[in-house]
């Protein structure tokens, strides 16, 4: 006899002797076998659904839920393979994309620049005198600019050079080699 079966006769004795049990109790009251019989069941409920809830408690249900749903998902992979790979596709971007989301929001939003006081940097350029308009930060300045700014830390505790847009920020007198 499997676990199984042995659970659900296990089961259906129980959900007797409860019934047996309020039968007896309204005999007991003085009602007529039948109507005590009926009365019991009324009170108890629905059977089918009484044994659903206790094999809901079962230590073991997520398992049992898990195989059941990893088998059915294996037989509709079975049946129509490029769906299932449409499903697989999406799922792989959505996961990648959100992550991908998270990543620069966290490094954006979430954690703090790693100096001692990032509430006091700044960020400055200078204004084209032709166009008359200002250069965003990530235009670097010659070398001539650099070098005017960093020995100067009147209104600057410290300046320093970034690269931007990918270009080239030589800080050497001499052209260096790559």
Known sequence: MSKRHKFETGMS??????LEQATQDYIARGLPPEEARLRA?????????AKEELRDTRRLRWFAD?????RFTLRTWRRNPAFAAGVVAVLALGMGSATALFSVL??????PLPYAD???LVSF???LPLAGVASPPEIMWERAYFQFWQPAPQPFQSVTSMMGRGGPCDLTEERPER
Do not use: Y
């Open 13 to 18: 004795r129980e959900i007797e002797s409860h």
């Open 125 to 127: 350029g200078e204004v």
């Open 118 to 120: 990032p509430d006091r």
């Open 106 to 111: 966290d490094r954006i939003l979430f954690r």
């Open 41 to 49: 069941r009324r009170e108890f409920g629905p059977i089918d659904l």
């Open 66 to 70: 898990f195989l059941r749903d990893a």
